[in-house]
């Protein structure tokens, strides 16, 4: 079991940043592909970002891209992710992921996770 608990999400008006943290308890963190992904309220969840357990290798989905980072320091067992230029769009709930398995490779694909945080809010005013 791995244990998933995002912060750093909140009111920012257009054009602001964020940092969102995802911080992993329970499992060795370092050998684990880490996934963030965002739902909107009556919209189904979306891809945001990925990172590798290697390299580390990233990617971002077509909505952030250019205007997110995705890191991670193993030592903290947390993933972050920036948030610059945020739109209103940006609005939703932003969770973060991990697969059951270690070593998976980077993945968008939502059925390959299987341990998810609660969320953390990020709300966009225009």
């Known amino acids: 079991q791995v244990q998933l608990v995002e912060s750093g999400g909140g009111l920012v008006q257009t054009g602001g940043s964020l940092r969102l943290s995802c911080a992993a308890s329970?499992?060795?963190?370092?050998?684990?592909?880490v996934g963030w992904f965002r739902q909107a309220p009556g919209k189904e969840r979306e891809f945001v970002a990925a990172i590798s357990w290697t390299s580390p290798d990233t990617y971002y989905g077509d909505s952030v891209e250019g205007r997110c980072t995705i890191s991670r320091d193993n030592a903290k067992k947390t993933v972050y992710l920036q948030m610059n230029n945020l739109k209103p769009e940006d609005t939703a709930v932003y969770y973060c992921a991990v697969p059951d398995l270690r070593y998976t490779a980077l993945t968008i694909a939502e059925d390959e996770y299987n341990y998810w945080g609660q969320g953390t809010q990020v709300t966009v005013s225009s």
């Open positions: 329970g499992r060795p963190f370092i050998s684990y592909t």
